[in-house]
């Protein structure tokens, strides 16, 4: 079971996410407002998937009323697509520390240029 609470930075410092759900194959910590969630899920079927998601609200000027103030959504997610056999533990984890070093390098250049357009 993951560590509680877990915690975040999204750019104003660290946030604390105490856990406040638990099921069979998920959890999900928050934050007091609401406003950051961090969830984690895991579905055996023909395949195995596991997400790990980050959730995050904020209020900001509307677009078509400037003088008022609306709700925005956002999500950063990564999914483990699994065969059932076949890729070890160690496997898994090189797998995803190379693809995460890959977005970290140089600054997260990839990642700037992904949420330009870039293709």
């Known amino acids: 079971m993951l560590a509680d609470p877990q915690s975040v930075n999204v750019g104003a410092g660290a946030v604390s996410l105490p856990r406040v759900g638990i099921g069979p194959s998920s959890g999900l910590f928050q934050d007091t407002t609401g406003n950051l969630k961090f969830k984690i899920e895991h579905t055996v079927g023909k395949r195995i998937r596991r997400v790990v998601r980050l959730d995050i609200r904020k209020t900001a000027a509307d677009v078509l009323f400037p003088a008022q103030n609306a709700p ?47 293709v």
């Open 72 to 118: 925005y959504n956002m999500a950063v997610y990564t999914v483990f697509d699994l065969p059932l056999v076949g890729f070890s533990g160690a496997d898994q984890v090189s797998a995803y520390t190379g693809y995460a070093a890959m977005l970290a390098a140089s600054s997260y250049l990839i990642i700037g240029k992904v949420l330009g357009a870039e």
